[in-house]
């Protein structure tokens, strides 16, 4: 079994600032990447941010410069850093990561359960 905890949900002002984590947990050999997507109402879902186990990362070009991402690894744990933090910003955001459950199985897509970001006056 393997589960993404996601915590940080929150209302937040234009211009704040947020912090999402998302930690992993259960029977893992292995993290590829680790990122966050999200929902906005009447959009498809979209990346965001993801980071690479040797730690290169991709961004959405309407984060970049707002937005930065960061993982621990010993805590098979992802940060997503939010700030300047804007209306169109407001989505349910989903973890994702690419996991591996043994040392000869291939990597596995696994999703959190999604927290709500609101930005709002």
């Known amino acids: 079994q393997v589960q993404l905890v996601e915590s940080g949900r929150g209302l937040v002002q234009p211009g704040g600032s947020l912090r999402l984590s998302c930690a992993a947990s259960?029977?893992?050999?292995?993290?590829?990447?680790m990122g966050w997507y999200r929902h906005a109402p009447g959009k498809q879902r979209e990346l965001v941010a993801v980071?690479?186990?040797?730690?290169?990362?991709k961004a959405a070009d309407s984060v970049k410069g707002r937005f930065t991402i960061s993982r621990d690894n010993a805590k098979n744990t992802v940060y997503l850093e939010m700030n300047t933090l804007k209306p169109e910003d407001t989505a349910v955001y989903y973890c994702?990561?690419?996991?591996?459950?043994?040392?000869?199985?291939?990597?596995?897509?696994?999703w959190g359960q999604g927290t709500q970001v609101t930005v709002s006056s």
């Open positions: 259960g029977s893992i050999f292995s993290i590829n990447g």
């Open positions: 980071i690479y186990r040797g730690g290169n990362k």
């Open positions: 994702n990561a690419q996991i591996s459950r043994t040392w000869n199985s291939g990597y596995s897509e696994y």
